[in-house]
Every structure is written in structure tokens, then in C-alpha cells.
């Protein structure tokens, strides 16, 4: 047995530090956490300590560690630099036995010099560190494990798998459900902006200072303008100096890989963390980026020396910022590790390019272009602003051209408003221009966007909530549960969604609360930095939390209903309204009024709604479903009904009990005979296959929508993480490439032009 033993993580990381060390080291992988709380109970005692029960996740694993390390005189515990990463390390010191043979060696960067200069320089593991992670597992444990079963039981009258509440995930749920809500209620209003086109060489714009908000301003101002001389007033000319921005840290990275990529942030955090434990290049494995979980946007004085002598010797001396640019964390950032970087700024992308994916070659383009540039020079424009004076009314034109493209050059930003607009180069204050044409535009101000992806971990991390390993999973739990969708580039909650909000808002309003999270997020900062105690924290959370558990299970004890979603259908039977119920992830209607009325209706996926404090509209949604056209009976053409049972929802002949999946009305591209029809699995929920199974067993997560119109062999879906994309992984849908974007709308909405 060699002497010494480098433990990791990952698999591919471990193979990447093998191809370092050579056979001087044997490097070995625990697959993730070695030991966890268990999976079928709630694995924490109720009382003042909290204590829970670790298990072994792979005893197998573990024995074959143990058997490898027994004989080492030195083991070096090499997991992520993090708190998860500092637990894994916790964990398998004490598992495997003989602490005194252990080190914690810290990899911010996976590259032969950084793994030698950790391993030369060894430290001790991270008690506080380790013990918020514990609090951490232990709050979501506590929480996930207890509300859940409720919400099944409220919103279900039974308890099943599919319904899920999290400490943080909740908080995310709220604020894409309250602005849905905003949404909703939103009112226009009309707005009025004023420009004139004067008739000078070259033509050109200038624009009222100000809008207009009524009418009566509207109509007074034509004849104002009609007796007014419009004369310059004053010319100005002015630098405007567009800084980078900090090279990347998890959130940001995640935010412009959604944006400019359209990568789901959890995509963006795998493809990232294959480039941190590396690819094969040259024979050989490579790190490209530091470690992708951080907070800090520092760089390392070594990191920013390389990369200003890079852009000096590429684009000239000129293009390099006067001194080093070192950027700002916010508060209770976590400095333990850099910025997110490539570990070599030579290594160009276009370099890399033929040993990565296409997805891998976007994102390390990204942050590299993001990283060079912090230590470029400031792009500089030029622009000349004029005021013209008519009557009491100020209007104003300005144009800006680029003077100096500084960072730009690398890293592309969105142009000026008044990037290169025409005006003429000999006005000078007091000069009397002709009478322009005066247009007035008509606007109505529009409803908040509903948030992106991007902009989710945007809100996350400016209200404090959750950390940088946090916001993919997230992200994604939210969309895997039903409770939002996505439309496009946006995030719509469900029914369902709007749901488990209100049910959480009414009874553990702390955990849809941002403030009360966030600061939960500040207690564990302090556990971690030893100002606060682990049991403290949870005792402290466990006092307002357990009596509000109690509350809604004594009312679940005594038969009543904790919470009813009533709709503004009335139930067919005794006219009584019906409320909204659940069962294995889908909705239905049913009688208010039950026991004594067991009445229900079945609900349309999908179907249009209205959500209000007080009921959830959906007559106009099931008038509309109910008008569209009726699938016949193959047996004996009577209309089929659409029906739910143990395997999710099926259609049914009210006359001969003739059943049939529901179809979607495409054909299976694989085999161009059978349609694509919904089925359910307790394993994968609600998923279309093609009907000539077992004959033809292409599968689709998502509902299909058309045969795809870009490549024409496969079929575009709706992809419950991803939004639209081709079944055929060679089409450009697939991997990504959004086709040609149509014309972006004004937004300030459409415009109506009047000219005076």
C-alpha cells in the first residue's frame, strides 16, 4: 500500500488529481456524503439538543475506504472547499478511524501547481464550519420532513408523496406568486411623450423633458407649441465612462448564463463543475475554472498580475486599466475562496474549444471574456447633449459615440440609447430653429415582468436568502413539484403553487417571510464563524415553529379543514361552491360540503384561472375547455369523458366504459405510426410515450406540442425544466440556440403617434 492518500469527493475529480500525483499518491472518491440522515423517518430527537441519527449512505463504499486507508501513514482530505465539502471531510476522518493521520488540504483550483502548494501547506478541518452544516441539514430536515406530510394531508386529505415545503424553497415559491398576483391586478395607465422632428442637416429628434399624464395637458399643449420660438439654449458635451463589472461569483454566473445562454441554473452549475474538476486536454486532465461556489468576487493577486500581463501583451498597453482592479464584497460575503476565473488566462477559449463541449465552450467563453475584462481599461464615450428652449417647455437631444472601446473589446455591452443618433455639429446656444413636427405618442404603463430564472437567484441574493450552492437546487425543486412553470424565458406558478403559498402564508408565515429567512441564513453564517451555537439556533427556531405544527394537526385530529381553496363553480349536485383538492400532483373539484356531498369535477391541466384572497376563478377556464372539440368513442362514438384515477388521467366512454390514454395530438417521430399519449409512473410522474408501446418506446418528460419545424425529425416539447425544446439531440432547439428573436416590443407598450 502506498504510504499517502488523497481522498475527494468526485470521481472525475479524483481522476483529474491522479493524473497530477502520479503514482506517488493513491486517490481515492467518496461519492458525495458519505453518511446523511435517514430517508424514511425524521431522523432528529425533538428535544432541547436536537441530536440527530447519522447513517451510512453506501456501507460497501465505506468498507472498501477503510480497507484501502487502513494501512496509509498519511490521508489527505482534498472535498470541496466548502461547508458541505468541510462535513464530507468531518465525516470520513471520524468513520474511517485514527484522526492523527488526517489533513484537510483546501483546492480552490485544480491545476498540478495548486494541488502541490495545498498538499505542501495542510490544515486542520473546520469545526464551526462543520457545525452549520449540520444546522443547516438539521433546519431543512426539520422543516421539509414536518410541513410536508401536512401539506399532503390539508390539500389532499391524505398523505403522498409530490408535495414538498423547504426553508428556502417556500420564500422562492412566494415571490414568484406574489408577483403573478401584482400581475393580475394590475391597472394601465395612459402616459402621453412629446417629440419633435426638426427639419435641420441632418434631421433630427429631440424630446420633451417630462411626460404627460392627462389629457388636459395633452390638449393644451398644441397650441402652446403652435405660438412658441424654439431656440438652443445650451450644448454640452460630456465623457461617459462604462466600468466591468466583478468577475463572476456563483449567483452572477448563474444570472448571465440564464440570460445570454438560456442554461437553467442548475445546468450551469454542472457544466461548471466539470470544468473545476477538469477535462482531458493534451493526454491529460485539466481544471479550466476555480471552484464554482463562492460569494467573494476577490481575485488572487497572483490571478490578477497574469491576467493584466495577458491583456497588455494581446491588446496593448493601452487597453489595460491604469492599476489593479479589485472589487467590493457585500456583507457577510464569504472571502474563504475566490472569485469564479479560469486558472489560466492564457488558456483563450478558442484555444480550449476543440477539447469541450458546445455547452462547456459557452460557459468558460463567458467567464473568461468576464474575468479579462476586470482588468481592462474603462470603455469611454462622448456625448453631446442639447436643450432647446420652447416657451416653458424644455426639449432634449443628445447622440454618443464611442471613444475608446476599452473592456469592451472583450466583453460586449448593450449600446447607448443614443448611440450614434444624427445631430447637427454647428448649433450653438441661441440659435433659432425652424418649426418642427411635433408627434405625440400614447403609451400605457405596463405590469411587472414575471421573473426569469435569472432573476429568481437576482431576488434571492439581494434579500439575503440562501447561498450560492443553494440557488440551482432551488430553481429546480420549485419546477419539479408542479408549483411553477416555465413559459419561455419566464417563471408562472400553478394552481397548485399558488396553493402551498397561501396554505404555508396562513400557517408558518415565517417561512415564506424574507426577513425571517434571511436572517436564519445570518444565524448560520455565525455558527459557522463560532459566535453562535448549533443547539442555540435550533432551539430557538423549534420554539415558534412546533406549536404552529400542532396547531394544524389537532385541527386535522378533530376532522376539520384547515384550509379550503374555494372556487366560483358550484357544485352540479347541491350548489354548493367546490373547492380545489389534489391528488398524486394533479387538481380536481370537489364538493365543499363533503362528507355529505362527495360530488367532484374533473380539471383540466393547464386550465385558466384567476386567483384572489377568497376564491380561485375558474368557471371562464372550464366554460372554455368544456367548447372544445369532444374525442368520439372508437367503440361507439359517444363523446369520451376525461377522467383521474390511480394512474393519473385517462379518458372514458360514459356508454360501453371504453377507456383510452389521453392523446396529444402528435405522432411519435420514431416510429411515424402511433400517437404520443399521457402516461403516469410513481417514479416519473406524468410523461407522453407513444402508443404503439412496447413496439415503439420513445418517451417524452415533457407534452408535446408539433413536430419540430427546424430539423423535422423530432418533436417540440415542453420540457418541465427547460422550457420548449426538440426531442432530437442534434437539432439547434435542443442544445439551446433559440431561432432569430422576433422584433422586441417597446416598453413602454404599443404606441399610438398623433402628429400636431
Not at 610 to 624: F, H, I, K, M, P
Not at 665 to 676: A, K
Not at 686 to 711: H, M, N, V, W
Request: charged residues 30%.
Amino acid at each position: 500500500m502506498p504510504k499517502e492518500i488523497v481522498i475527494v469527493e468526485s470521481p472525475t475529480k479524483a481522476r483529474t488529481l491522479s493524473s497530477y500525483l502520479g503514482k506517488e499518491f493513491v486517490v481515492l472518491s467518496s461519492k458525495g456524503h458519505v453518511r446523511d440522515l435517514p430517508q424514511n423517518e425524521l431522523g432528529v430527537e425533538l428535544d432541547d439538543e436536537f441530536a440527530p441519527k447519522w447513517v451510512v449512505r453506501d456501507a460497501k463504499l465505506l468498507a472498501e475506504l477503510r480497507k484501502k486507508t487502513e494501512r496509509a501513514s498519511r490521508i489527505y482530505l482534498a472535498t470541496d472547499p466548502d461547508r458541505e465539502g468541510e462535513a464530507i471531510a468531518y465525516d470520513l476522518m471520524e468513520l474511517l478511524g485514527d484522526g492523527e493521520r488526517y489533513a484537510r488540504v483546501l483546492l480552490h483550483e485544480i491545476t498540478p501547481q495548486a494541488v502541490r502548494e495545498a498538499l505542501g501547506h495542510p490544515g486542520v478541518i473546520d469545526l464551526p464550519k462543520v457545525e452549520a452544516q449540520r444546522a443547516r441539514r438539521i433546519l431543512d430536515r426539520l422543516v421539509g420532513y414536518q410541513i410536508s406530510p401536512l401539506l399532503s394531508r390539508v390539500l389532499a386529505g391524505r398523505r403522498f408523496e409530490g408535495l414538498s415545503a423547504g426553508r428556502v424553497q417556500s420564500v422562492a415559491l412566494r415571490f414568484i406568486c406574489d408577483r403573478e398576483l401584482e400581475i393580475q391586478s394590475f391597472v394601465p395607465e395612459s402616459y402621453w411623450e412629446v417629440a419633435a422632428l426638426f427639419p435641420a442637416e441632418p434631421p433630427f429628434t429631440a424630446r420633451l423633458d417630462g411626460k404627460l399624464t392627462t389629457r388636459g395637458e395633452v390638449d393644451a399643449l398644441s397650441p402652446a407649441l403652435a405660438q412658441a420660438r424654439f431656440v438652443v439654449e445650451e450644448v454640452a458635451e460630456e465623457e461617459v465612462l462604462r466600468r466591468p463589472s466583478p468577475p463572476f461569483i456563483t449567483s452572477t454566473l448563474q444570472q448571465t448564463a440564464s440570460s445570454e445562454l438560456g442554461f437553467s441554473p442548475k445546468r450551469t452549475m454542472q457544466i461548471a463543475q466539470g470544468l473545476y474538476e477538469g477535462v482531458a486536454m493534451g493526454g491529460e486532465m485539466v481544471g479550466l475554472i476555480t471552484y464554482m461556489r463562492t460569494d467573494s468576487v476577490r481575485m488572487a493577486d497572483s490571478a490578477v498580475a497574469s491576467t493584466r500581463a495577458f491583456v497588455k501583451g494581446t491588446f496593448g498597453a493601452k487597453a489595460l486599466s491604469p492599476k489593479p482592479r479589485h472589487f467590493r464584497n457585500k456583507r457577510r460575503a464569504q472571502d474563504a475562496h475566490e472569485a469564479i476565473r479560469p486558472t489560466q488566462v492564457a488558456r483563450t477559449p478558442d484555444e480550449v474549444a476543440p477539447h469541450l463541449t458546445p455547452e462547456q465552450r459557452k460557459l468558460y467563453d463567458l467567464i473568461w471574456r468576464r474575468t479579462v475584462a476586470t482588468q481592462m481599461a474603462d470603455g469611454v464615450w462622448v456625448r453631446r447633449k442639447i436643450d432647446i428652449r420652447a416657451g416653458d417647455r424644455t426639449f432634449r437631444a443628445s447622440s454618443s459615440r464611442m471613444k475608446s472601446p476599452g473592456f469592451t473589446a472583450v466583453l460586449p455591452v448593450a449600446r447607448l440609447d443614443d448611440e450614434e443618433a444624427p445631430l447637427p455639429k454647428d448649433l450653438k446656444p441661441g440659435t433659432e430653429l425652424p418649426r418642427p413636427e411635433v408627434e405625440v405618442e400614447e403609451h400605457q404603463t405596463e405590469p411587472p415582468k414575471r421573473f426569469t430564472e435569472a432573476g429568481i437567484v437576482r431576488k434571492l441574493e439581494q434579500e439575503g436568502i440562501g447561498r450560492p450552492s443553494t440557488y440551482a437546487q432551488i430553481v429546480s425543486v420549485i419546477q419539479d413539484r408542479g408549483y411553477v412553470v416555465r413559459e419561455g424565458s419566464s417563471l408562472r406558478p400553478t394552481l397548485l403553487g399558488h396553493l402551498v403559498t397561501d396554505l404555508l402564508r396562513l400557517y408558518f408565515p415565517e417561512t415564506v417571510e424574507e426577513a425571517f429567512t434571511a436572517q436564519m441564513e445570518e444565524d448560520l453564517d455565525r455558527v459557522q464563524e463560532g459566535d453562535l451555537g448549533r443547539g442555540e439556533l435550533l432551539r430557538s427556531f423549534y420554539r415558534w415553529f412546533g406549536p404552529k405544527l400542532h396547531t394544524v394537526e389537532e385541527a386535522l385530529s378533530k376532522g376539520g379543514k384547515p384550509f379550503q381553496a374555494l372556487s366560483d363553480v358550484a357544485c352540479p349536485t347541491c350548489g354548493a361552491p367546490m373547492e380545489v383538492r389534489v391528488w398524486r400532483g394533479s387538481l380536481y373539484l370537489g364538493c365543499s360540503r363533503y362528507p355529505e356531498c362527495r360530488t367532484t369535477k374533473n380539471l383540466p391541466p393547464n386550465v385558466n384561472f384567476r386567483y384572489t384572497s377568497d376564491r380561485v376563478e375558474l368557471s371562464d377556464g372550464l366554460a372554455a375547455v368544456a367548447s372544445a372539440p369532444t374525442i368520439p368513442c372508437a367503440k361507439c362514438g359517444t363523446p369520451m369523458l376525461l377522467r383521474h384515477g390511480r394512474f393519473g388521467r385517462y379518458l372514458s366512454c360514459p356508454s360501453c366504459k371504453t377507456t383510452s390514454p389521453v392523446p396529444s395530438g402528435v405522432t411519435c417521430p420514431q416510429c411515424h405510426e402511433g400517437d404520443l399519449v399521457e402516461r403516469f409512473g410513481k417514479r416519473y410522474g406524468t410523461f407522453y410515450a407513444c402508443s404503439r408501446y412496447p413496439d415503439c418506446k420513445f418517451r417524452l418528460q415533457g407534452k408535446p406540442i408539433e413536430p419540430c419545424p427546424a430539423c423535422g425529425e423530432g418533436v417540440v416539447y415542453d420540457d418541465p425544466r427547460r422550457g420548449q425544446r426538440c426531442s432530437n439531440a442534434d437539432c439547434a432547439t435542443h442544445i439551446g440556440e433559440s431561432p432569430a428573436p422576433a422584433a422586441k416590443r417597446s416598453k413602454r407598450g404599443t404606441a399610438k403617434k398623433r402628429k400636431t
